[in-house]
């Protein structure tokens, strides 16, 4: 049951969460990961806009679950929540990276920055394909 005052959002994807486990930015143009981001900030977007989602400034909790139809997965856990992390905060005032490629996409966000994320819950489940679901709450201080 859902306290008072707690926003939750989620969403499903298709495919692998983004991975962070290098030093060029994942969002860049032309990186590696550049179709897995613009999935999750496609969903992301849909599913704020269903929501009426805005973005928050509190505390978080992220929860990930990641469907897989292998026994081991392409990436840790670290660097997909990282990736998931990173492309989900505020991307409208980069530093030292231009995002003009990523065109609407560029200004969602579900909270402003990841250091916001206080709780973290991460699981894995079998399935036919990969998939994940992304799920934000805020977080009321006790």
Do not use: C
Request: cysteine-free; overall charge negative; charged content about 20%.
């Amino acid at each position: 049951m859902a306290q008072v005052g707690i926003a939750e959002i989620a969403f499903d994807v298709q495919g692998w969460p983004p991975v962070k486990n290098e030093a060029t930015s994942m969002l860049a143009a032309g990186h590696p990961q550049h179709d897995r981001v613009r999935r999750l900030l496609e969903a992301a977007a849909t599913a704020a806009q269903l929501a009426d989602w805005t973005v928050v400034s509190i505390d978080v909790a992220l929860d990930v679950t990641v469907r897989t139809p292998t026994s081991r997965l392409p990436a840790d856990a670290t660097n997909y929540l990282g990736g998931i992390a990173d492309v989900l905060q505020d991307k409208t005032k980069p530093l030292n990276i231009d995002l003009s490629h990523l065109g609407p996409l560029q200004g969602i966000a579900l909270y402003r920055n990841d250091r916001q994320i206080s709780r973290i819950t991460y699981r894995t489940e079998p399935a036919e394909t990969s998939s994940y679901q992304v799920r934000i709450s805020t977080v009321i201080p006790p």
